[in-house]
Structure formats: structure tokens, C-alpha cells
């Protein structure tokens, strides 16, 4: 089933936006292994979205190449692509009322095209992707009166039905409250552990991504700034110099799986939150700089 | 299908063949059913034949195809702008096929090559159709209902300018036809003109309602149709050239009949949800009635006087707009 070499691997990957002095993505070379949970990180504009948007074929290389189980990805047919990668972009808006169902259904539309009928499998793998969402109860509710994190599964549900081997996620939790965006990253990590998926998630949640993801990349102007296990990329140095602010790095107090994973934690600049009173100047250090 | 689909259908259905009776049987020439019915059937004099057969039974199969045209094209738009107020009229479209149409009117080739003036038309709708995206998209996007809808207005009002421009090097007779053609008239319908307007909508239509699903995905976002196995570009090229082609042939013939594209789709969506394997037939189908009605009304409310078909449908269409507008922007 796990097929063999990398999910998305790129090579020398540049993607120039029309007009832009400065590449988007700069010269990446990285690659996703399969069953792996990937986080790709790093501040606002540093081609988190960009590059997604090259794995997934909705931007074409200016150089280097983007391939997904080796071979370009702009030489996948789309629908077969669509078969293997099951994708939750950032922005939908829903301009037209639509059932969650309705919604999570537009799943199947890789394995029946224009023109098929839903047949027993389709609305087998569309029951299934619901329940793996937990949102049975929300199938026949129009879009419009769920709250963030019911939507959110619904879109991720829509992905499922897709039954692709890959999940790929741009900023999933942005909009989510604590409970939300812990029980996305939860539902996640079982589909990659349990389920044998491969789940890119491109995310700002720093601590999260070091204590769910099995590898994450940091991205900073188009460029790979620090790649490897969380433990090796989340790091006082390497986050201070990316984020330019200054941050510590605490172990995860646990319980649970995840207990000792790395956690950042920014500093005050100017010596002292408004919170901390007269906890000193000593927060105030810049780690990342030199 | 269950129950309550085949029962709309079913009221379609009904409407459809209601309004056409209607459209048949009412007008401004007083004449009785029987009269009509014997008119039909081929019988009666000679005056009557003609008004039914020449007059009244084409001009009922051209508001009903025009109507098709227009309620389909405004589906098709909204699903591909993402907008619900997004309609052949309001995006300056009509305006530039009427452009092309003006032009040929006013240079005196539409007698000499007839097939002339439904191309002219065409060209024109392609153009106002590539500027107005052009703008909305360099001024913030299409997504933007406010800036699409801005780009359509400013469009549409330049081409006004410039069919009013054109209508100055007129002669007297020209000019009186094409302005009262540039309001929406349906009084020119002829045997030709149907069969001129079938020949684009069968085969339009067609390709358009074979596309319905992945109109669904793009209503929800065009990345998120790419990533479920659109072919997004090929997809929307092919639709606004079918509706580019089904507004052209419909301002041929009938000139700018506004809102039609706005209401008829906007009613449907409210009974009947947003799938567009149903939306676009079933557009189809009201549309029709819904032109059927209107014009009837615009043939016989102040008759013998006739009002122009699109007066009656803006009138009746700015209030929906201003709803949908207010229900847009909150």
C-alpha cells in the first residue's frame, strides 16, 4: 500500500510571482516521507501557502521541479491526482447554501467525474469520512449555521471521502478556538497512525506542530531554514532568528505521548510582560540574535 | 428522484405550459379562444391566422427561449463569479453584445448579411465579458462582489455612451428602432429569429448542463475544484464562451432584456438548493415562463400601446437586486 520513495519530494524548487523581484520560493529542496505527520512552518509570507500550492498543481514551477510520488505534479492527470491527495485549502467562502453532506459528498467527484451516479461506495466512503469526523449528527445541517470547528470537519470530511493517501492542510486550526484546534490535531494524527495517511499540515502553531508532527520544515523567504524532527528544528536559535523575536524553549509537562516535546515559548523584549510585575530584565534577552 | 423533486418538476412543468397558453391566448387584438384555437388548428380567417400564427405563437417561442438563455447564462455566471448577484445585464455583458448589434445597425449591414449581426453581438459580449474580469481582478479580485459588480456598472454605462455615440450618425428611423430595441422588445420576433436563437441554445445548454457538477465545485472555490479533479481553466473558458454565445443571440433578437439572469435563479436556489445538475434545467424552464409572463404583461397592460419587454423586467428586477445586494454585503 505505502508506496515506495517520497510522498511530495521537490528539487532546486522556484516559483517567481509575476512582477516580484524576489522569488516566492528560493531554490527549495525538501521532501515528505510517507505515513508521516509534516509540518511546514514559518512567519507570515515566508511561502508557507506557496508552496503548497506547487505540491498540489495549482502553481506551476518558474524552475526546479515539484513531483509527488515521483513524477511531476503537473503531469498527474487531475482527477487521478485528486484520487491521492485529499486537500483542506485556507480560503472557501460558501456563497450558496449547501448541507454538510452536500458538501462532504463533492468528495467523491474524483472517482465519479461528471457524469456518474452515487452509487453504494460513494455514499459508503462519505458515511465513513462523516463518522471519522464525528459529524453524523451535523450531515444534513446547512454550512451556514455550524460553528468554525464543525465546518472545519466538515472540510476535512470532504478531503476523506476523497479516500487519498495524502492530506494536505493549509493553517487547519486558524480560526479555532483551544478545544477545536486540539481535536483537529488529534483527528490528524490518529488518520496517520491509524489509517497509514500521510498528513502535511502548513500551520503557526509552533507547539502543536513539535508535539503532533513526526517532521517539520521551516520556511523563511522562500528558503529552507531548518528541517528534521521537532526536537531538532524547534530551537531557541532557529526559532529567535526566523520569528526575529527572542523565545525560550520549555519541555511539555505532559501527561501524555507527548510529554518533554519541545515548547516555544516567546520572550518580552522590553524586560517584563504587563502581567509578570517585577520579574527583572532577565526574559528580555534576545536568544536568537548574535 | 423522490417525491418532492418530481413534484417540482412537475410544477415547472405546469407553469411552463400555463404561461405559454397564456402568451398565446392574450393580447392586444381582441380575440376569443375559440379563435385562437381554430387559428391553430389552421382554420379561421385570414387576419387571424396571422396575427396567431406570425405574431403571437413566435413572439411567445422567442420570450421563451430568450428567457432560457438569460436565466441559464446568469446560473453560470454566478457559479463561476461566486456571486448570486452576478447576471448578464449587470456585468455589462448584454451592453457589449448590444454594442456589436448597434454597430451593424447603424452601418445599414443587418439587411445585407443578416448572419452579421448575431456575430457582432457575439464579439462585443466577449469583449465587455474580458474587461470587466480584467478590472475586478486588478482592482481586488473577482471574489469581491462589490468591486465585479462596480467593473459591470462602469462597463456597461461606457457602452451606453457608445451606442448613444453610434446612434447619432443615424437616420431618424434607424435611431427609433435601435433605442427601442436597446430597452428589451420582444415585438420583432419572427419564425427566423426563434430558429436563429434554438440553434444556440440547444447545443449551449447542452454543454453547459453536462459541466453542472463541476460548476458545484467551483461555486465553492476554484482551488478547491482543482484539488477534487477539476480542470478548472478548461471548465470556465467553455462556460463563458457558451454564455458569452447565449447572451449575444438573445441581444440579437430581443436587444437588452435585463434581470431576467438574477431573479429566476435566485427564486430557484431559495425552493430548491444550489446543485446545479437541477439549478440550470430548471432555470431554464422558469426563465422561459418567466419572459412568457412578462412580456405579456409588457404586450397588454397599457394596450394598444406595448411597453418594452425589459422595462417590466427591471422594474420588476431592481427590487430583487437591492434585497440580494443589502443580504450580500452584511
Do not use: Q
Given at each position: 500500500m505505502t508506496p515506495a520513495g517520497p510522498t511530495f519530494a521537490t528539487r532546486d524548487l522556484e516559483f517567481r510571482y509575476p512582477g516580484q523581484a524576489r522569488p516566492a520560493i528560493d531554490g527549495l529542496t525538501m521532501q515528505v516521507d510517507p505515513g508521516s505527520v509534516f509540518a511546514l512552518l514559518g512567519p507570515n509570507g515566508s511561502g508557507k501557502s506557496t508552496l503548497l500550492k506547487l505540491l498540489l498543481g495549482a502553481l506551476t514551477p518558474t524552475a526546479g521541479e515539484a513531483n509527488y510520488l515521483n513524477l511531476p505534479v503537473n503531469r498527474w492527470p487531475r482527477r487521478e491526482y485528486a484520487r491521492h491527495v485529499g486537500v483542506v485549502p485556507q480560503l472557501e467562502q460558501i456563497t450558496f447554501p449547501l448541507t454538510v453532506r452536500q458538501m462532504v459528498a463533492m468528495g467523491r467527484y474524483p472517482h465519479m467525474g461528471a457524469w456518474r451516479a452515487e452509487g453504494a461506495n460513494d455514499r459508503q466512503a462519505i458515511d465513513r469520512a462523516l463518522e471519522r469526523c464525528e459529524i453524523v449528527e451535523l450531515a444534513e445541517r446547512p454550512l451556514g449555521t455550524l460553528s468554525g470547528g464543525e465546518r472545519q470537519r466538515a472540510r476535512v470530511a470532504r478531503a476523506l471521502a476523497q479516500e487519498p493517501d495524502t492530506l494536505v492542510l493549509d493553517e487547519p486550526t486558524a480560526a479555532l478556538d483551544i478545544h477545536h484546534e486540539m481535536a483537529m490535531f488529534e483527528l490528524l494524527t490518529q488518520l496517520a497512525r491509524d489509517d497509514g495517511k500521510t498528513v502535511v499540515i502548513a500551520t503557526h502553531n509552533l507547539n502543536l506542530a513539535a508535539r503532533y508532527a513526526t517532521r517539520v520544515l521551516l520556511l523563511d523567504q522562500g528558503r529552507l531554514s531548518a528541517a528534521g524532527t521537532p526536537v531538532e528544528v524547534v530551537d531557541a536559535d532557529i526559532i529567535g532568528r526566523v520569528y526575529r523575536w527572542p523565545v525560550a524553549i520549555v519541555e511539555h509537562p505532559g501527561p501524555g505521548a507527548d510529554t518533554g516535546s519541545p515548547q516555544v515559548v516567546p520572550l518580552a523584549r522590553a524586560g517584563g510582560g504587563a502581567g509578570s510585575g517585577g520579574s527583572g530584565g532577565s526574559g528580555g534577552r534576545p536568544t536568537g540574535s548574535q | 428522484m423522490t417525491i418532492s423533486t418530481a413534484v417540482r418538476w412537475l410544477v415547472l412543468s405546469l407553469l411552463l405550459a400555463m404561461t405559454l397558453v397564456a402568451s398565446v391566448f392574450v393580447?392586444?387584438?381582441?380575440?376569443s379562444p375559440g379563435e385562437v384555437v381554430s387559428a391553430l388548428l389552421g382554420r379561421g380567417d385570414e387576419t387571424t391566422r396571422t396575427i396567431v400564427l406570425n405574431l403571437r405563437v413566435p413572439r411567445a417561442a422567442l420570450a421563451a427561449l430568450v428567457g432560457a438563455c438569460l436565466a441559464l447564462s446568469g446560473a453560470v455566471f454566478q457559479a463561476l463569479l461566486r456571486n448570486p448577484l452576478a447576471e448578464p445585464y449587470i456585468l455589462g455583458i448584454s451592453g457589449g453584445a448590444a454594442v456589436g448589434a448597434v454597430t451593424v445597425i447603424v452601418l445599414g449591414l443587418g439587411v445585407q448579411f443578416p448572419w452579421l449581426l448575431p456575430v457582432a453581438a457575439f464579439a462585443g459580449a466577449i469583449v465587455a465579458m474580458g474587461v470587466v474580469l480584467r478590472i475586478a481582478l486588478g482592482a481586488?479580485?473577482?471574489?469581491?462582489t462589490r468591486v465585479l459588480l462596480l467593473a459591470g456598472v462602469v462597463v456597461g454605462a461606457f457602452f451606453n455612451a457608445i451606442i448613444l455615440l453610434l446612434l447619432n450618425f443615424a437616420d431618424a428611423n434607424t435611431f427609433r428602432a435601435a433605442v427601442f430595441w436597446m430597452m428589451g422588445n420582444l415585438s420583432g420576433a419572427t419564425w427566423r429569429s426563434v430558429s436563429l436563437l434554438a440553434a444556440y441554445l440547444v447545443p449551449a445548454s447542452l454543454v453547459l448542463m453536462a459541466l453542472a457538477r463541476p460548476f458545484n465545485l467551483i461555486a465553492v472555490g476554484e482551488d478547491t475544484a482543482l484539488y477534487l479533479g477539476t480542470r478548472v481553466g478548461t471548465v470556465k473558458l467553455v462556460a463563458y464562451l457558451m454564455t458569452s454565445l447565449l447572451v449575444a443571440a438573445s441581444v440579437a433578437v430581443s436587444g437588452v432584456i435585463g434581470f431576467v439572469g438574477l431573479i429566476v435563479p435566485h427564486a430557484l436556489r431559495l425552493v430548491w438548493g444550489s446543485d446545479h445538475r437541477m439549478l440550470l434545467p430548471a432555470s431554464m424552464m422558469a426563465g422561459a415562463s418567466f419572459l412568457m409572463l412578462t412580456d405579456t404583461v409588457a404586450r397588454t397592460i397599457a394596450a394598444p400601446a406595448e411597453l418594452p419587454t425589459g422595462v417590466v423586467t427591471a422594474l420588476a428586477g431592481v427590487p430583487v437586486f437591492v434585497v440580494l445586494l443589502m443580504r450580500s454585503t452584511k
Open positions: - | 393580447g392586444a387584438a381582441d380575440l481586488g479580485g473577482a471574489l469581491d
